[in-house]
Nanobody, 122 residues
Framework: QVQLVESGGGWVQPGGSLRLSCTAS????????????LRWFRQTSEKERELIAA???????TYADSVEGRFTISKDYVKKTVYLQMDSLNPEDSAVYYC????????????WGQGTQVTVST
């Protein structure tokens, strides 16, 4: 069972930056970090969970329009970690952020982190 542990959330003023990390562990024999599409979602009490950034197993990245140009997703195979660099934050970015991993060949193998709170305010 793959486990995802997020870190890096917190409070920041508008215009500031945060970097979220999500470290994976628990891969079964023959499975490995590079097998997974990795994604970041966010959710507030007013909105459904929203996909905001993804990096495919092959490395291609995509972003929601709401974060394009401000957020950057990346991954480190050695550290088995996916990052979300968030710049030019505004109050509308306040949410609980979740990382997600989906196996590229077996999409029923999907895992979620516990979520980390990001609050952008003065």
């Amino acid at each position: 069972q793959v486990q995802l542990v997020e870190s890096g959330g917190g409070w920041v003023q508008p215009g500031g930056s945060l970097r979220l990390s999500c470290t994976a562990s628990g891969f079964s024999s023959g499975d490995y970090f590079g097998n997974y599409h990795l994604r970041w979602f966010r959710q507030t009490s007013e909105k459904e969970r929203e996909l905001i950034a993804a990096v495919g197993a092959g490395g291609a990245t995509t972003y929601a329009d709401s974060v394009e140009g401000r957020f950057t997703i990346s991954k480190d195979y050695v550290k088995k970690t996916v990052y979300l660099q968030m710049d030019s934050l505004n109050p509308e970015d306040s949410a609980v952020y979740y990382c997600n991993a989906v196996h590229q060949y077996h999409p029923v193998s999907e895992y979620w982190g516990q979520g980390t709170q990001v609050t952008v305010s003065t």
